[in-house]
């Protein structure tokens, strides 16, 4: 069974431009959240999706927003870059709401 | 504001040695804890979850404790591996579903 599997695995953008990250769950998970992971704030949550509707939300600006396909994929996108948006950005799956949770091995975004 | 301190930030131990790495939390109320394995350049992987009933899970040479009372868990290494090297987060869930994140404990294992 394929582990969930996010793309690319590493990107470089200049301040202000936007990026989209994918995120492919495992085979029969519904359920697709998304952290922030940097060295002085540890793992952030952003958002968490389920049958394409947005369950919960972290406290990040509107500059960072989701979505989920009805096939279960989901992608990221962070508008205007700053310089701090640089992290390790990791997608998560589970079988519903609130089960366990199986990483990706994450997007390294960097911005210049 | 939900909390998570786990502590060492960061230690290094011997191969074939035990360790015990510390989450103190402030959550509530309270749903489960997690812990998760994260080694360098990849994502976590769960090692246990613990609901308020549970004292101790262990998930091979990791055992994990949990007293809700003094809102306090603790993950113990036995018998340390090269590759028990990495980052060890707890996360607790509080009632809303909400998540909060420790900072990791970094573990570094040496021959």
């Known amino acids: 069974k394929a582990g969930v599997t996010q793309t690319p695995r590493y990107l470089i953008k200049t301040r202000g431009q936007q990026v989209t990250l994918s995120c492919s769950p495992i085979s029969g998970h519904r359920s697709v959240s998304w952290y922030q992971q940097t060295p002085g704030q540890g793992l952030q949550f952003l958002f968490e999706?389920?049958?394409?509707?947005?369950?919960n939300k972290g406290n990040f600006p509107g500059r960072f927003s989701g979505r989920q396909f009805s096939n279960s994929r989901s992608e990221m996108n962070v508008s205007t870059l700053e310089l701090g948006d640089s992290a390790l950005y990791l997608c998560?799956?589970?079988?519903?709401?609130?089960?366990?949770?199986?990483f990706g091995q994450g997007t390294r975004l960097t911005v210049v | 504001k939900n909390q998570v301190e786990q502590s060492p930030q960061s230690l290094i131990i011997l191969e074939g040695k035990n360790c015990t790495l510390q989450c103190n939390y402030t959550v509530s109320p309270f749903s489960n804890l997690r812990w998760y394995k994260q080694d360098t350049g990849r994502g976590p992987v769960s090692l246990t979850i613990m609901t308020f009933s549970e004292n101790t899970k262990s998930n091979g040479r990791y055992t994990a404790t949990l007293d809700a009372d003094t809102k306090q868990s603790s993950l113990h290494i036995t018998a340390s591996q090269l590759s028990d090297s990495a980052s060890y987060i707890c996360v607790v869930m509080d009632g809303n579903n909400r998540l909060a994140f420790g900072k990791g404990n970094q573990v570094v294992v040496i021959p």
């Open positions: 998560a799956s589970a079988f519903r709401l609130n089960t366990e949770a199986f």
């Open positions: 999706y389920f049958s394409e509707t947005q369950r």
